[in-house]
């Protein structure tokens, strides 16, 4: 039988992960041994620890603790007093007293389905960061009102007006090959990455835009991704330009522009560039061309692996995309960190044919505006292809409401009507983003997604009131995302494991057994936090509120006599995590 050891040190934080663990989803936790906090469990818990025959001791009223078993449930609500008693030695847990502490805080029950204030917190959750008492409050009046006010906004309350600039030019002073940055010039670097991806996190977790937030990361990171290793000091140059890249590329022509305005800003982008080592493609008579760019175009960002092209198209971009570069600022007249075309080593003397999207392109010559007009021609032909108009659609539906929307009919049809409004548009995002949004699916609480991890921990330092404290706090607070929280959770800041960026259908991805304990682990973390800034109530309502199914409203028996426990509860509840229907 497994077993689980209590420790006797009151600085642990850790609780095992099955309490707010379904057994009849996740089996295997409950058969894994992890640390316990026994005066974070409640007093009913303790109560049916000690009726199995458990032996605990405690630091004072040894003897009131061991009147627990034979407490009604309504005298062990009542007894607080006893709710916080510490463990002073080791004791284990059985199997069944590990299925009853699972049961005893959330259980199987998934959202309420009930109207109003109900509706408001699953929609926080599924379109932003979780809700803060404003949201709610402008939710409560209209719901469809509150996100689409955030997709006909001129002025968002992100981007470069809150301090986010290019990095490229910063990037060529130190050097025209990655391997000869020295030490301080590496250091150099990476200081002004953390202050980029501070100030991105502070951004995130104060918007009072989510879910146009929520919209950029889904092009920046899933539609069209830049990935960071922080492996060389290449991976630098590509991180430091990883928050401009979607602060200056997506958020001003995600409401304002088309698919082909963004396909062909990445192509000239650093960051992109450097991901896909598009900076050393060149063209030699005789050889293939660096395919890499093409083939990811094709496959990833806009028709997909069954757009009908073949390897006589990939060639044809390939060598199409020869020479790219970005100018370096020690160079004379360069117009540092500006795109460029070197037409030394471009194929400026060769025609270049793509085949399934009935392209003949003459060869440019020596002249750079031709070839970038060429660059120009094929991505409009791209976005504007029939295959990248439904990919769109369906990642978009994929990101908010299902793993897999081709497998409902209701949802495959939608997927089916954002291709038509995309294509009556020319490409155009923001209709389609509206037809998304005025659709009865996007606001059926039946589709239901596991949040991604950054999404989650967003949400917990949105929710718990930990932004704002102060630029020193909040700059402390966010480099540990950084560096620790966001890694520990699987998920590092713009690290993307694929060059799909981070998947919209791989939801158990975020909820194997190893990875529940890391969600209980940083709950703990910053539970503590949390309740000293608010009340566990507070937060319980924040969080869930009518929202909370029958399971998770057990949490409220204890949110007075052990806030902290009940606070990581709510985090680890099904409507904050779980989110059932598609696993």
Same mark, same amino acid.
């Given at each position: 039988m497994a077993q689980?050891?209590?420790?006797?040190?009151?600085?642990?934080?850790?609780?095992?992960?099955?309490?707010?663990?379904?057994?009849?989803?996740?089996?295997?936790?409950?058969?894994?041994?992890?640390?316990?906090?026994?005066?974070?469990?409640?007093?009913?818990? /303790? @109560?049916?620890?000690?009726?199995d025959g458990m032996q605990? !001791?405690?630091?004072?009223?040894?003897?009131?603790? $061991? %009147?627990l078993p034979q407490m009604s449930p309504a005298q062990l /609500? @009542?007894?607080?007093?006893?709710?916080?008693?510490?463990? !002073?030695?080791?004791?284990?847990?059985?199997?069944? $007293? %590990?299925?009853?502490?699972m049961t005893s805080l959330v259980g199987a029950s998934g959202g309420s389905q009930s109207v109003g204030d109900a509706t408001s917190v699953m929609l926080a959750h599924r379109f932003g960061f979780m809700p803060r008492a404003e949201e709610l409050d402008a939710m409560r009046r209209s719901a469809k009102k509150w996100i689409l006010d955030q997709l006909n906004s001129t002025a968002l309350d992100f981007g470069m007006q809150n301090g986010f600039k290019s990095m490229e030019q910063m990037i060529y002073e130190f050097s025209a090959v990655a391997?000869?940055?020295?030490?301080?010039?590496?250091a150099q670097i990476m200081a002004s990455y953390m202050n980029e991806s501070i100030l991105y996190q502070m951004v995130k977790a104060k918007t009072k835009q989510p879910v146009a937030f929520r919209l950029a990361e889904f092009l920046a990171e899933s539609c069209i991704p830049v990935r960071f290793h922080r492996t060389t000091p290449q991976?630098?140059?590509?991180?430091?330009?990883?928050?401009?890249?979607?602060?200056?590329?997506?958020?001003?022509?995600?409401?304002?522009?088309?698919?082909?305005?963004?396909?062909k800003k990445t192509v000239r982008s650093l960051g992109h560039m450097f991901d896909l080592d598009g900076q050393f493609s060149r063209y030699t008579v005789g050889q293939l061309s660096l395919q890499n760019y093409a083939r990811e175009?094709?496959?990833?960002?806009?028709?997909?692996?069954?757009?009908?092209?073949?390897?006589?198209?990939?060639?044809?971009?390939?060598?199409l995309f020869t020479g790219l570069r970005i100018s370096r600022t020690h160079l004379p007249n360069s117009g540092g960190g500006k795109f460029y075309v070197d037409l030394r080593y471009h194929a400026y003397n060769k025609a270049k044919t793509v085949p399934f999207l009935g392209l003949h392109l003459p060869a440019p010559g020596w002249n750079e505006a031709n070839v970038e007009a060429q660059i120009d021609t094929v991505m409009e032909a791209l976005a504007r292809h029939p295959k990248t108009a439904r990919r769109f659609g369906l990642k978009l539906v994929q990101y908010f409401l299902h793993d897999n929307p081709d497998s409902v009919a209701e949802l495959r049809l939608l997927v089916d009507q954002l291709r038509d409004v995309y294509l009556q548009n020319g490409g155009r995002l923001?209709?389609?983003?509206?037809?998304?949004?005025?659709?009865?699916?996007?606001?059926?609480?039946?589709?239901?997604?596991?949040?991604?991890?950054?999404?989650?921990?967003?949400?917990?330092?949105?929710?718990?009131?930990?932004?704002g404290r102060g630029s020193l706090e909040d700059g402390i607070l966010f480099a540990n995302v950084i560096e620790?929280?966001?890694?520990?959770?699987?998920?590092?800041?713009?690290?993307?494991?694929?060059?799909?960026?981070w998947l919209l259908n791989d939801g158990k991805r975020y909820l194997n057994d190893a990875q529940i304990t890391q969600y209980f682990k940083m709950a703990s973390m910053l539970a503590p936090s949390i309740a000293a800034k608010m009340s566990a109530t507070d937060f319980y309502n924040r969080v869930l509120g009518a929202y909370a199914g029958p399971s998770s409203r057990s949490i409220l028996g204890y949110v007075a006599s052990e806030p902290v426990t009940a606070i990581i509860a709510t985090a680890l509840s099904p409507e904050a995590l779980y989110k059932g229907s598609t696993l």
């Open positions: 689980v050891i209590i420790p006797s040190s009151e600085e642990t934080m850790y609780r095992k992960a099955e309490l707010s663990t379904r057994a009849d989803r996740l089996p295997a936790v409950a058969k894994t041994a992890a640390p316990l906090k026994l005066d974070m469990i409640p007093l009913q818990a /303790k @109560a049916a620890m000690l009726r605990i !001791k405690t630091r004072r009223n040894q003897a009131a603790l $061991q %009147k /609500k @009542a007894s607080s007093d006893l709710s916080k008693e510490p463990v !002073k030695r080791q004791g284990r847990l059985s199997q069944s $007293q %590990k299925e009853f502490l391997g000869n940055l020295n030490a301080p010039a590496r991976d630098y140059w590509i991180a430091m330009s990883a928050s401009a890249y979607m602060m200056e590329i997506f958020v001003p022509l995600m409401f304002a522009g088309t698919y082909a305005d963004i396909l175009l094709l496959e990833l960002h806009t028709v997909g692996v069954d757009g009908g092209y073949g390897q006589a198209d990939i060639e044809g971009l390939a060598d923001l209709p389609v983003f509206k037809t998304f949004f005025e659709s009865a699916p996007a606001y059926r609480p039946t589709y239901q997604k596991t949040p991604q991890p950054q999404n989650w921990l967003t949400g917990l330092i949105r929710a718990g009131g930990l932004s620790n929280y966001l890694p520990m959770l699987n998920q590092p800041f713009k690290s993307c494991p694929t060059p799909e960026g």
